[in-house]
Structures are given as structure tokens and as C-alpha cells.
């Protein structure tokens, strides 16, 4: 089983629509999680950190995290064309050295 | 102007040689990042330096060498015996008071 999972699309959906993007993770332990926008041939952007149970929300963006599920999503709310991009999941590991574990990332394409 | 700054944005080699990419940040922060990212797949850690003049392997460290002389810099340099070389490099930073990593805008590297 890969430690970070997430569906790789493309995830098509219309403008003003909500988005939803799944994260999977398989290491209990792993404490802080974040999404990452990565528009083509861009680096990627750091858009949410979520830290405990329960729903974080940025602007039209929400994060909800399940540790006893392993599950991590974010929401994207009034899709729009420029939020087409490839998103990231990414876990921190303490027994990695801090460091993270990225999924190979979702491809969503918001249609006009 | 703050912030992480990786030079050439492009960068074409031939095979054999060794080539040595720049990572500079003023962000003051302590830990410093090299990932590579192939297409359509996630980023895959190759080392990282949570201090000056040290540094560890990171999951595939095979054919590149680093050095942390400056809190500033964390060039990378990738060598003939990589043996895949071409791909998408990324240098990203993380203050240690602080979980969330940010990216430089990234050099691709192509070896024929």
C-alpha cells in the first residue's frame, strides 16, 4: 500500500460547482497535512494546512481531516477555470525527520 | 523581495557531465528541501538540511551530492552517475518553528 493515495483523474467538473478532492493516508501516526496547487510546468503553491480533526476553511477553500479514518480531503467551493490545476496531498512524517510524503496528485479541470 | 530562488529556470546537459543547481533563500528559514518531480508523478525527496554544514539522505539520494555551507544556499548537484537525470527539480524551505514547506519556482533539467 502507498503511504499517501489520492485518485490521479482528471476530476472534471463545471464552473461554480463544488470540487472534492481525496487524500488517503496510511501511517497512523502522521500528524500535519497539507494541499499543494500545482499549476502545469509551475511549482507548487501551499493552499492549506490542517492539523487536528474536524473542517478548516479558507476562503472557498475547506480542508477536512479523519485521523481515525486516515482520510484527508479538501473542498473547493465556486470552482472556477482557474482553479484547474493539479493538487497535492502532502503528510508530515515525525519519524521521517519531519519531513514529507507527497501524493502523486489530482488533475482537476473545471469546465467553462 | 523575499522569498526562494532556483537558477537556470531551464538547463540542458549532456550525458556525463555534472551539473550543479542553485537554491537561494532569504526567508531565514533553517531547513532547506531538493525534490524531483517526474511527469505525471508526485515529488520524491532527495536530500534535505535541517542545519548549516549538515545534511541527510532523503529517499533517493543515488547520483546526487548537496553541501549547506550558508543558511542561505543548498545547491544541488546532480552527477554522471544519475542515471535518469532529466526531470523537474525543486527546492523548497521550512522554518523550524513551522510544519508548512514552500517552493521555489523550480529548474528542469533536461540530459541527452
Known amino acids: 500500500q502507498k503511504e499517501v493515495e489520492q485518485n490521479s483523474g482528471p476530476l472534471s467538473v463545471p464552473e461554480g460547482a463544488i470540487a472534492s478532492l481525496n487524500c488517503t493516508y496510511s501511517?497512523?501516526?502522521?500528524?500535519?497535512f497539507f494541499w499543494y496547487r500545482q499549476y502545469s510546468g509551475k511549482s507548487p503553491e501551499l493552499i492549506m494546512s490542517?492539523?487536528?480533526?474536524g473542517d478548516k476553511e479558507d476562503g472557498r477553500f475547506t480542508a477536512q481531516l479523519n485521523k481515525a479514518s486516515q482520510y484527508v480531503s479538501l473542498l473547493i467551493r465556486d470552482s472556477q477555470p482557474s482553479d484547474s490545476a493539479t493538487y497535492l496531498c502532502?503528510?508530515?512524517?515525525?519519524?521521517?525527520?519531519?519531513?514529507?510524503?507527497f501524493g502523486p496528485g489530482t488533475r482537476l479541470s473545471v469546465l467553462p | 523581495d523575499g522569498g526562494i530562488t532556483q537558477s537556470p529556470k531551464y538547463l540542458f546537459r549532456k550525458e556525463g557531465q555534472n551539473v550543479t543547481l542553485s537554491c537561494e533563500q532569504n526567508?531565514?528559514?533553517?531547513?532547506m528541501y531538493w525534490y524531483r518531480q517526474d511527469p505525471g508523478q508526485g515529488l520524491r525527496l532527495i536530500y534535505y538540511?535541517?542545519?548549516?554544514?549538515?545534511?541527510q539522505k532523503g529517499d533517493i539520494a543515488e547520483g546526487y551530492s548537496v553541501s549547506r555551507e550558508k543558511k542561505e544556499s543548498f545547491p544541488l548537484t546532480v552527477t554522471s552517475a544519475q542515471k535518469n537525470p532529466t526531470a523537474f527539480y525543486l527546492c523548497?524551505?521550512?522554518?523550524?518553528?513551522?510544519?508548512?514547506?514552500?517552493f521555489g519556482p523550480g529548474t528542469r533539467l533536461t540530459v541527452t
Open positions: 523548497a524551505t521550512r522554518g523550524l518553528s513551522s510544519y508548512e514547506q514552500y
Open positions: 501511517d497512523r501516526v502522521s500528524q500535519s
Open positions: 490542517i492539523y487536528s480533526n
Open positions: 502532502a503528510v508530515n512524517k515525525e519519524d521521517y525527520g519531519q519531513n514529507f510524503v
Open positions: 526567508l531565514n528559514h533553517d531547513a
Open positions: 538540511s535541517q542545519i548549516v554544514n549538515d545534511f
